[in-house]
């Protein structure tokens, strides 16, 4: 059984694991006191905002996600990151996170979630594509330094 809660403060060593798992996907590198800030704000829960999935117990997935204004509307959501265990794809925790993100949005008046991945991350779009609307948006970014 799937359950999707917020991230306690026991979670936080597979949380780290499954970000930094999610983090090397993306071919990045992070300084260590990265997680320990995203840590501290999902744990405020004003900013940005966390959940986990847990399997029959076990923390298995992970998202996190804000909330933003928006120019010609109500606020809208912003889903960050989403990751899941390799070991658990395809039973249904990804749809699960995003459901209850969704759930969360609505409950805090946004008119919309939204997120971005790769044009080559087909086994995440394969799902994405069944529970959201692709738009065509092609997202262009600017690194600034630190």
Known sequence: MI????LMPSDRAVWEALFRAYIDFYQR???????????????????????????????VGITHFLVHPSTSGPDVCYLQDLFTASDTRGKGVA?????????????????????TTQASN?????????VGENRGFIRYQIELPR
């Open 95 to 115: 749809r699960a996170l995003i459901a209850a993100v969704v759930d969360w949005a609505g409950a805090h008046g946004c008119c919309r979630v939204y997120w």
């Open 122 to 130: 087909t086994t995440a779009r394969y799902l994405y594509d069944k």
């Open 3 to 6: 359950s999707i809660d917020k």
């Open 29 to 59: 590198v992070e300084p260590p006191e990265m997680y320990d800030r995203a840590w501290r704000e999902f744990q405020a829960d004003t900013h940005l905002h966390a959940f986990g999935a847990k399997l029959d117990g076990r923390l």
